[in-house]
């Protein structure tokens, strides 16, 4: 029964990009949150009963404990999405260390990360965007540095900083997500 629930979850986990933004775009956070929980759930139980090296299954769990973390900062609760999302990190820091690339994932974290952070620390935040946005550019993931770029330049106008430095990140961002027709991140950066 423990591989049937694991496989159900290691499927679920395999969309959960696609799900996560689909739940995100729709503010359906609580349906979001709740499937994330779920999934953690089922792999924390089907990690246990495996073997203590890391593996694929901890590779999906950081990746479904980030989405929770990111639904948990769009509900509210930032205590539980920065402890959510550390998780995930550690998570990924064992895998990193059993050589495996967690490069893609490590950028997601961070970018959220930072959301989680932005409103009580900017100065905490802009590292973890710029990390992240630097990770995106080094997997070659077009999507995810305009929106490393969009947060940044975001961060800045809310600091009051309007000048030159804002409006490169942004354009930046724009001119991203104009090369990948990404209409909404088009409206996003705008």
Same mark, same amino acid.
């Given at each position: 029964?423990?591989?049937?629930?694991?496989?159900?979850?290691?499927?679920?986990?395999?969309?959960?990009?696609?799900?996560?933004?689909?739940?995100?775009?729709?503010?359906?956070?609580?349906?979001?949150?709740?499937?994330?929980?779920?999934?953690?759930?089922?792999?924390?139980?089907?990690?246990?009963?495996?073997?203590?090296?890391?593996?694929?299954?901890?590779?999906?769990?950081?990746?479904?404990?980030?989405?929770?973390?990111?639904?948990?900062?769009?509900?509210?609760?930032?205590?539980?999405?920065?402890?959510?999302?550390?998780?995930?990190?550690?998570?990924?820091?064992?895998?990193?260390?059993?050589?495996?690339?967690?490069?893609?994932?490590?950028?997601?974290?961070?970018?959220?990360?930072?959301?989680?952070?932005?409103?009580?620390?900017?100065? @905490?935040? *802009?590292?973890?965007? +710029?990390? $992240? %946005?630097? /990770?995106? &550019?080094?997997? =070659? #993931?077009?999507? !995810?540095?305009?929106?490393?770029?969009?947060?940044?330049?975001?961060?800045?106008?809310?600091?009051?900083?309007?000048?030159? @430095?804002? *409006?490169?990140?942004? +354009?930046? $961002? %724009?001119? /991203?997500? &104009?090369?990948? =027709? #990404?209409?909404? !991140?088009?409206?996003?950066?705008?």
């Amino acid at each position: 029964v423990l591989d049937t629930i694991a496989e159900s979850a290691l499927a679920l986990v395999g969309a959960s990009d696609c799900l996560g933004w689909f739940y995100s775009w729709l503010g359906r956070y609580q349906e979001g949150e709740a499937a994330c929980r779920m999934v953690t759930g089922q792999l924390v139980s089907a990690e246990e009963a495996a073997e203590t090296k890391p593996t694929e299954r901890q590779r999906l769990l950081a990746k479904a404990l980030a989405w929770q973390g990111f639904f948990s900062k769009l509900m509210g609760r930032t205590e539980l999405a920065h402890q959510l999302l550390q998780r995930s990190l550690t998570l990924l820091e064992a895998l990193e260390l059993d050589g495996q690339d967690i490069r893609s994932e490590r950028a997601h974290v961070l970018l959220q990360m930072g959301e989680v952070t932005v409103d009580s620390s900017r100065e @905490e935040a *802009k590292p973890l965007y +710029e990390q $992240s %946005l630097v /990770l995106y &550019r080094v997997v =070659d #993931d077009l999507w !995810g540095a305009a929106n490393a770029l969009a947060s940044l330049g975001i961060m800045g106008r809310r600091l009051g900083f309007y000048g030159s @430095e804002t *409006k490169r990140l942004l +354009e930046e $961002s %724009l001119a /991203l997500r &104009r090369e990948l =027709d #990404d209409r909404r !991140g088009i409206t996003h950066s705008l």
